[in-house]
């Protein structure tokens, strides 16, 4: 069965850090580039990062550089999202996404989304 | 950063009657676009890609057309399964992926 799973939600104070994990299996994880993607409560689907599928080239919503980190590790098929600095307009669901097309090409749409895990950042 | 429009917020619709969702883009993205099924509590579904290519497995009854700024999603005949929240998605611009707001299709 083709699926990912995300892990490491929880309620976080403001400042603090927190680190998502996302696990993939049913599909040749190492050959995708993967995405985060989040929703705040009541709101919309927000692009967070993204990362190449060899992990070379990262890339961030301006909200998110400087702060958070995209990294995988392609022997355990799973992704990461460290976040630092963590404040209350963090709060959402953040969802792992699998890319539609293998390896190099990562401009494409995106096929394959785990449920989320929630994060909660109060002030 | 491409704005994408989602219109109208919320449909309200019978079984059996047809869906027309529409996405536009605040600039041309080819056809580089994406609709997205989402249920509540559930992971969001990829419907079409490339505008008009349906995904693996999903029903006729879904179709995408449009290019450069305007584009529509067609529902032609509501099931029960179809009630949910639509977005889309342009993968142009990138490295700024940006979604619509969203479509809410409900029972009338």
């Known amino acids: 069965q083709v699926k990912l799973v995300e892990s490491g939600g929880g309620v976080v104070q403001s400042g603090r850090s927190l680190r998502l994990s996302c696990a993939g299996s049913g599909f040749t994880f190492k050959n995708y580039a993967m995405h985060w993607v989040r929703q705040a409560p009541g709101k919309g689907l927000e692009w967070v990062a993204l990362i190449t599928y060899d992990g070379d080239n990262k890339y961030y919503t301006n909200s998110a550089k400087g702060r958070f980190t995209i990294s995988r590790d392609n022997s355990k098929n799973t992704l990461y999202l460290q976040m630092s600095r963590l404040s209350p307009e963090d709060t959402a669901v953040y969802h792992c996404?699998?890319?539609?097309?293998?390896?190099?090409?990562?401009?494409?749409?995106?096929?394959?989304w785990g449920q989320g895990t929630l994060v909660t950042v109060s002030s | 950063e491409i704005v994408m429009t989602q219109s109208p917020a919320t449909l309200s619709a019978l079984p059996g009657a047809r869906a027309t969702l529409s996405c536009r883009a605040s600039?041309?993205?080819?056809?580089?676009l994406a609709w997205y099924q989402h249920k509540p509590g559930q992971a969001p579904r990829l419907l079409i890609y490339g505008a008009s290519t349906r995904a693996t497995g999903l029903p006729a009854r879904f179709s995408g057309s449009g290019s450069g700024t305007e584009f529509t999603l067609t529902i032609s005949s509501l099931q029960s399964e179809d009630f949910a929240l639509y977005y889309c998605q342009q993968y142009n611009n990138w490295p700024l992926w940006t979604f619509g707001q969203g479509t809410k299709v409900e029972l009338k």
């Open positions: 996404v699998k890319v539609r097309s293998t390896l190099t090409t990562f401009v494409d749409a995106m096929d394959l």
């Open positions: 600039e041309s993205i080819s056809i580089n």
